[in-house]
Structures are given as C-alpha cells and as structure tokens.
C-alpha cells in the first residue's frame, strides 16, 4: 500500500444496505521497471480510485474504451491481483487483506466467465473433467455426486451428454463459453464476474450466451458484473452501467437513464459513436479531439478535460468527485448541478 501513500484518499461513497459487493477507492498501479530502478519511477494507474456497489440479483455492466481499466477492476475483485490501496467489501467483509487460505472459502461465491473461453479451458482435461474440478477442489461431493452434478450443468448450459468425453477443442466458440459458465456455476457462486463474455463470439451466437445468462440469473439469484465494449449487449442485459474513462468511473445510473440521458460528456461520445443500424439514417456527431492521454501521466483535474468540448478553467485543475444527481445516478462533473467544487483553503463546497 505504500505506493500510493501519497495519493489522497477519494471520498466515500455511500451504498445501499443490500449492496452484495461494495468497492470503494479501489486502485491498482503497476510499476514501469523491475529491480533496482523500480523505486521512484512512474507507475501505470490501471485503476485509480474506482467506487461502485452491485446488489444481491442485479447485473452491473462496466464500459469504456480499451484500456480504461475495465477488465483490472475484474481481476481485483476476485483477488487475482492484490490492489494498491482501496476496499472490496463482500457481504459487508472486507477481503482486500484476506490470505490465500481465508480467500479460499470466500471464491466459491466470486466466480468468473473469462473473454476467450478456449484458453480459460485446459486443453489436457476432457469437458466433463473442467466442469468436476471446481467441485473435487472444495470437496464437497462424493464422485457419483459430482458426475450428476457435472450432467444437471451441461443439461442447464445445453450441451449434449455425450459432450462429456469431448476435449475443448472439440467444441465450437459458442460451446465452448457454455462449458465456461457451466463451471462457474459448478459451485453455486452469488456473483460472476463476465470479462468480455461474448465478444469474441458471433452475433446470432452472442444473443443465444446473454439469453443464457439472464435466463440463469432469474433462475439463481446471481449477480453479475459483466465487463464489456459492446454497449448493445450491455443494455441488453443490465440493471444499471458504470461508465470508466483512463482508470476511473465517470458515471453510475440504471441503464434506462445511461441510454437517455446520459449526464458525462464522455458518456454521451461512447453513445454517439455506436453505429447506427440504417443506412440512409445520418446523424449528428461530437467528434473528440485529441486521444487519450497516458495512464502513466494522467491529467490533473477531470480525466476527460484534455478532450471534453464543454471544458472550464475548474476542470483543468479540480478533480471531481462522483455524486449523486438523481436517485441511483452518480456522475464525476463539475458542469452537472450537484457537483462538488474543491476549495484548497476551504474543503469542498457546492459549486457555482
């Protein structure tokens, strides 16, 4: 954590009280060099203070462009990676200083569906042997338990009984995320973290997986945070979207909201930039400038102000919070009423 010492704390934002998952301040810094010249070097800021909550039976999707941090913030929420500073509270514990052994009882609830399901998958292990393994590694069942457990998921998923034999490589794209899910599901887990689930799949292929999924999540209850670029299959399938740009989230709202009335002018560029399904449909578009800046050496102030077209002298220097503008809608704006304006001498105060 004493990398980040010197960064300040982001304020806390405040959660439900039926928030299954609870991230706040959440960062992840990677060093530019190894060994002795590692000290005082700039780092990378993956993840740079990212706050949200998902509650029990909801799916939050997180957009962005590439490299925003989407797929990092995954990854520290199911510990496979350690965060630089910042608190994953699951279940109102907190597991960001668990060790590997108390981690252990807590990941057969955080489970995941990775983007390429054919190297998530051993290619030595036959399918039914990828699904069991989850199941003889807590030890729970009994070998004639796990082979009926094993049939009831591939029925669930559809795949075939005589798929069981079958190697990865034996199975289509489609298929192959089926077996992937199947084993998340092995474990009966509360909240699946979907990495790019679909993208690598096609279309008519995409739509039979998400149908897959909400099918699932109103059969089991689960939760989801489904990590995508797609945003046509994200408001498809969630209940609310957080909106990430260069590390951090920019704005939270139920899709509905995201989709309508976006209130970030970057939230507002990723919805312009979506093709139109029309040919002879033209439309209007706020091109951005410039490209992205380096995570390496963001920006002060807003992430966005470098390319943002309603920019002020306050964005330039003032960073600002996320905050509710609405019920259930968090923006990080200073140009949207209810932002807070940070005053050096004085501490936050409502901006003019």
Known sequence: MSETASVPAPATLPTPGNALLEVQGLRKYYPTRQGLFAAGAPKVHAVDGVSFWIREGETLGLVGESGCGKSTTGKLILRLQDPSAGSIQWRGREITDLNAGEMRIIRKELQAVFQDPYASLNPRMRAGEIVAEPLRNFGEMTGSERKERVAQLFARVGLRPDQLVKYPYEFSGGQRQRLGIARALSVNPKLIVCDEPVSALDVSV??????????????????????????????????????????????????????????????????????????????????????????????????????????????????????????????????????????????????A
């Open 206 to 351: 995409q739509a039979q997986v998400i149908n897959l999924l909400m099918d699932l999540q109103e059969e089991l209850g689960l939760s989801y945070l489904f990590i995508a670029h797609d945003l046509a299959v994200v408001e498809h399938i969630s209940h609310r979207v957080a909106v990430m740009y260069l590390g951090k989230v920019v704005e939270i709202a139920p899709k509905r909201t995201i989709f309508t009335a976006p209130a970030h002018p970057y939230t507002e560029a990723l919805l312009e930039a979506v093709p139109v399904a029309s040919p002879g449909l033209r439309r209007a578009r706020k091109v951005l400038g410039g490209d992205v800046p380096s995570p390496i050496n963001p920006p002060s102030g807003c992430r966005f102000h470098t390319r943002c077209p309603y920019v002020e002298a306050r964005c330039r220097e003032v960073e600002p919070p996320l905050v509710a503008i609405a019920p259930d809608h968090l923006v990080a704006c200073h140009l949207r009423p209810g932002s807070i304006m940070t005053d050096p001498a004085s501490g936050p105060t409502p901006a």
